[in-house]
């Protein structure tokens, strides 16, 4: 009856990005501009999964919502172009090995910033107003304030170049389709960040810990295990997936500045508002969605291109108000 | 050796600004099926909860054997061995059966033994062993719930209105599986069922507007109409 | 309680007096400014204080009064300041064309409000505020992109209605000019601040009214226990949508009359991200759930704004030798101060300047 229906919609939600490419190709016309769309908007969307998947676990599993997070995004972003910058002579050299190091490096420093900052935002500035969403609201966006603020002090006003290893750069031609490869390395690393949290959350204890808390939390405390040790890894870990977006963000975008967190806390939202508060598969739907249709967009109606993510926003609010796959609840 | 694994001196717990408990004291002896009996709003749920430590008991102490509970965490009293099966059951509806009972369980995994006599009691438990727990019955999830209160020895086990909404057929297997689980622990049991919780309980009390108004043998009250009408009025009588 | 000292009640009625008394202050100064200060900068920053103070206290209706979290507020300011400024730089100068353009502008911020608190305002507090936050960037999005009627980042630059541009003269002196009160010229830059100031103070009231009329008494209700609320019978999402439009409309009217005052209108000037904060500080450090909160903390707000900067440049200055500080205390920096202010005043003092001096001495 009605949980066949549900469990049909689940399933089939997880095509509308599919969907979304195959539908396009006539509207686009053109093969080869709607393949590097495709492969752009599914890139793009990887990288924002990234960002946007620790924010809706943290929300789910402790109904906490910190507008702060795009700061671990911007900090993932100027650490990742500093150790790039620093690391020169590796980033510039031929050899495969010395830039995969670099590239290694980057994305290490920023996950690695991700955990440490994390761990102290967590413990400073979000324990103090659990449970009180007004507070909580304001005081994280008070730290978003205050970290775009830190950002501007240490990296300056002007944007920053972000070095490319040589290895990235350029694009495969297959046909009359030019692939860039930093794309498809985007892709696959956001496809690799999705897999893994997959198989940590259905296989792993820890991860059966954190559905069943998303769940309900009470719950899993009354049978013995302690959520608010469980949460604060969890926020980290979703701090530092934040970080290597910004990281993976800058290498793409190749000039970054302060107001990148800020830029992509918008779309980080809307994903998160599509795919439905505390859920990885939903991010992931959203995320892919808001990618491609970012892309598809800015080819067809230039001016509309961010404006159409906010009307796809709101058409799936009014088909399912809380969400394609909001994580169950009670 | 306490002949009570629980007690409850003077306990007050507020929520927000109001006041719900107004000194509960309450004696649960070891072993058996004990009834705590109440109306709707006379704090049975805010009772079990204190206990739990879901909610902090402004003052009066809760004793589980020889220690001082109050100040405890949720978690930590749980490692204790109470278990807590609430009036909306708990289920995680996203996980299997399996992986409910699995979390309930403990990281050493399960005792094949105790898995086994869980699957005698209710056999719908090994029938949907690896479905999603959304997908029960009312029934079924209640017996999830229970069967995960059972899948680790415990102490004490806290169950707030198991028979809410739930068949009278199923209600008479909840019974057979309550006396069996009793054996071996003891059971709080919170009922507005006096029916159910009369074919139980051995001991009872009786909670109204956040205090306790009687204390005694089961078999009494059950064949005392009087006292029963005094103490629950007529909201028992009209339950059935 | 000493026998000694005033009692409980009464040290909360003094606080209570105090932050009347500084609300009156503060309106009594605004009320003669053009004649306490005669620069140009000083009735600048009169006529800002009087247009956040409505816009500021129309959010708290919101935040304060209702507990809805919205990031909108600068969509629904800019609406009416837009529509007042396409209106008068396509029309030209004329009160047809600020009431024409300012009421479409305000016609359509309560159009989106109704449209967004019908949407999404069933759902939690913390969708909501997701969901104003996206509209919010996407309406500053179109106004820098549709530059045909918005001219864009650059904002448009137009004329006021002529009786309150400097050349009207609303009295005439001995010689011929605009005559002098107080040493102050009667001409169209006063009439101009009057504007500014009636206005406000008439939307100001509006909003006294409104939460101290039944409507006020739903709200706190509904504030204070939202299931207890839709149990007596209130229709919770109902009522949130109702307020949602009147703060929108009342924000919409303060855009109008900024727009007519600034005789510009841009992003920067209406619906940048930077004046959101600037009303979530304010309502934070003057005092959620209090009008007369919102006169404070846009005054301190507003002159710290304006001093701080000279400070920070001295700080930075005596403190050259050390690394990074110097950095956080150049002037641009100041958010920074103000960031760290606000989660210190959000953790301490959530009832902010005003909440905190009433309820001295409760507890």
Not at chain 2, 15 to 37: E, F
Not at chain 3, 231 to 242: D, E, K, M, S
Not at chain 3, 264 to 278: K, N, Q, R, V, W
Request: proline share 3%; hydrophobic share 55%.
């Amino acid at each position: 009856m009605n949980a066949a229906g549900a469990l049909f919609s689940r399933f089939g939600i997880a095509f509308l990005p599919a969907i979304m490419v195959v539908a396009a190709l006539p509207l686009i016309g053109s093969f080869s501009s709607w393949a590097t769309l495709s492969i752009a908007g599914l890139a793009m969307g990887m990288m924002i999964f990234m960002m946007a998947s620790g924010l809706s676990l943290i929300f789910g599993l402790m109904d906490v919502l910190n507008f702060g997070h795009s700061a671990f995004v911007t900090f993932g972003a100027f650490i990742a172009a500093s150790t790039l910058a620093a690391l020169g002579g590796w980033v510039g050299a031929p050899s495969l090995t010395l830039n995969l190091m670099a590239l290694g490096a980057a994305i290490g420093a920023a996950a690695l910033f991700g955990l440490a900052a994390g761990y102290l935002f967590e413990r400073v500035i979000v324990r103090p107003v659990y449970r009180d969403h007004l507070r909580q609201i304001l005081i994280t966006m008070g730290a978003l304030i205050v970290a775009e603020q830190i950002v501007l002090a240490i990296w300056g006003g002007s944007p920053v170049a972000v070095p490319r290893p040589a290895l990235l750069t350029g694009s495969i031609i297959l046909g009359d389709v030019a692939i860039e490869i930093y794309r498809l390395f985007a892709f696959g690393l956001g496809l690799a960040a999705y897999v893994a949290l997959h198989l940590m959350l259905n296989r792993t204890r820890i991860g059966l810990l954190i559905r069943a808390g998303v769940e309900n939390r009470e719950m899993v405390e009354a049978l013995g295990y302690r959520v608010d040790r469980l949460f604060i890894a969890v926020f980290m870990a979703g701090s530092a997936l934040a970080a290597v977006g910004g990281a993976m963000w800058a290498g793409y975008q190749g000039l970054i500045s302060a107001t990148l967190g800020g830029e992509m806390l918008v779309l980080v939202f809307i994903v998160v508002i599509i795919g439905g508060l505390g859920s990885i598969q939903g991010s992931l739907v959203g995320a892919l969605m808001v990618g491609l249709l970012g892309n598809y967009v800015a080819f067809l109606f230039p001016k509309l291109s961010l404006a159409s993510n906010m009307l796809l926003m709101l058409a799936i609010l009014m088909w399912r108000p809380n969400g394609l796959l909001p994580a169950v609840k009670r | 050796m306490s002949d009570f694994i629980l007690r409850l001196d003077d306990v007050h717990t507020d929520i927000a600004q109001y006041r719900i408990l107004h000194g509960v004291s309450l004696d649960v002896p070891r072993g058996g099926v004990h009834v705590l009996l109440g109306r709707n709003g006379a704090g049975k749920t805010t009772t079990l909860r204190t206990i739990m430590g879901l909610w902090r008991a402004r003052s009066g102490a809760v004793v589980l054997g020889h220690r001082d509970i109050s100040a405890m965490h949720t978690s930590e009293i749980a490692r204790l061995g109470v278990a807590y099966v609430p009036e909306n059951m708990g289920i995680f509806g996203g996980l299997t059966v399996e992986e409910n009972l699995r979390l309930a369980a403990g990281p050493a995994g399960f005792d094949p033994g105790r898995l086994k006599r869980i699957f005698t009691l209710f056999p719908a438990m090994e029938k949907f062993r690896d479905k999603s727990a959304w997908a029960l019955s009312g029934g079924q999830k209640q017996m999830l719930a229970i069967s995960r209160a059972i899948i680790e020895p415990r102490q004490l086990i806290l169950i707030d209105e198991p028979t809410k909404g739930l068949a009278p057929a199923i209600i008479r297997a909840m019974i057979d599986a309550f006396r069996d689980i009793a054996r071996e622990t003891t059971i709080l049991l919170v009922e507005q069922n006096f029916l159910f919780a009369s074919s139980l309980g051995e001991t009872v009390a009786v909670i109204d507007d956040g205090r306790i108004v009687h204390r005694g043998v089961m078999a009494e009250l059950a064949a005392d109409r009087d006292l029963q009408t005094r103490l629950l009025g007529l909201s028992l009588d009209a339950h059935h | 309680m000493g026998a000694n000292g005033p009692s409980l009640p009464d040290r909360a009625r003094n606080g209570r007096l105090a932050v009347y008394a500084i609300a009156a202050a503060i309106g009594l100064i605004l009320a003669f400014a053009p004649f306490l200060f005669g620069d140009v900068r000083s009735q600048q920053v009169a006529a800002r204080i009087c247009v956040f103070i409505v816009l500021v206290a129309s959010y708290d209706l919101l935040i304060g009064y209702t507990g809805i979290v919205s990031f909108a507020h600068t969509m629904f300011f800019g609406l009416g300041a837009y529509g007042a400024a396409i209106a008068l730089k396509q029309w030209g100068p004329g009160w047809s064309a600020v009431l024409v353009g300012g009421g479409a502008g305000i016609v359509a911020a309560a159009a989106l409000a109704a449209l967004i608190g019908v949407l999404s305002l069933r759902v939690k507090a913390i969708f909501f505020a997701m969901v104003t936050l996206a509209a919010a960037s996407v309406m500053l999005v179109l106004a820098s992109q549709l530059s045909a009627i918005t001219n864009g980042e650059d904002g448009l630059v137009y004329v006021a209605p002529k009786l309150l541009t400097p050349a009207t003269i609303l009295f005439t002196g001995a010689d011929g000019k605009a005559a002098k009160w107080f040493g102050v010229r009667m001409d169209g830059k006063i009439a101009a601040y009057y504007f500014v100031f009636l206005t406000c103070l008439v939307l100001f009231a509006a909003l006294y009214r409104i939460i101290r009329s039944p409507l006020g008494a739903v709200l706190e209700a509904v504030r204070e226990n939202e299931i207890r609320a839709e149990a007596i019978g209130y229709r919770v999402v109902a009522y949130r949508t109702a307020v949602f439009v009147i703060a929108a409309v009342i924000a919409a009217c303060a855009g109008v009359v900024w727009a007519v005052w600034l005789r510009y209108t841009g992003p920067e000037t209406t619906l940048s991200f930077a004046i959101m904060i600037d009303i979530l500080l304010m309502v934070v450090i003057g005092g959620m759930g209090t009008m007369t909160g919102a006169v404070i903390g846009v005054t301190v707000m507003s002159l710290a704004q304006f001093y701080l900067k000279d400070l920070m440049g001295a700080a930075a200055e005596a403190t050259a030798a050390i690394p990074v500080l110097p950095q956080l205390l150049n002037p641009d920096r100041w958010l920074f101060w103000l960031g760290i202010l606000f989660i210190l005043l959000v953790y301490f003092f959530p009832a902010g300047v005003a909440g905190t001096l009433m309820k001295k001495g409760t507890h």
